[in-house]
Nanobody, 121 residues
Framework: QVQLVESGGGLVQPGGSLRLSCAASGSIFTIYLMGWFRQAPGKQRELVAAISSGGTTNYPDSVKGRFTISRDNAKNTVYLQMNSLRPEDTAVYYC???????????????WGQGTQVTVSS
């Protein structure tokens, strides 16, 4: 079994910054793609950022230039640095990972429990 635990959410004023962290633990052989998604009330969950095991990143235009995803493979941890935050960034942010599990073939997709980010004055 694998668990993803997020931290770092909270309330921030427009223009401010937050850094989210997500630590994976459990029977991990390797972690392939890691990413952050968000879901605002009444909206579908959407991709915010993704990073491959080799460090290749991907962002939608809505956050490009403001958000930066990074990972520490030794710690099985992914980060999301969010700068120049806007009220429309308010959402629950979820960590996601494709994991190779010890003793099993293939990869398995896991989600964290989510952390609230609120951007408001």
């Amino acid at each position: 079994q694998v668990q993803l635990v997020e931290s770092g959410g909270g309330l921030v004023q427009p223009g401010g910054s937050l850094r989210l962290s997500c630590a994976a633990s459990g029977s991990i052989f390797t972690i392939y793609l890691m990413g952050w998604f968000r879901q605002a009330p009444g909206k579908q969950r959407e991709l915010v950022a993704a990073i491959s095991s080799g460090g290749t990143t991907n962002y939608p235009d809505s956050v490009k230039g403001r958000f930066t995803i990074s990972r520490d493979n030794a710690k099985n941890t992914v980060y999301l640095q969010m700068n120049s935050l806007r009220p429309e960034d308010t959402a629950v942010y979820y960590c996601n990972a494709d994991v190779g599990v010890v003793g099993r073939t293939g990869s398995y997709n896991y989600w964290g429990q989510g952390t609230q980010v609120t951007v408001s004055s």
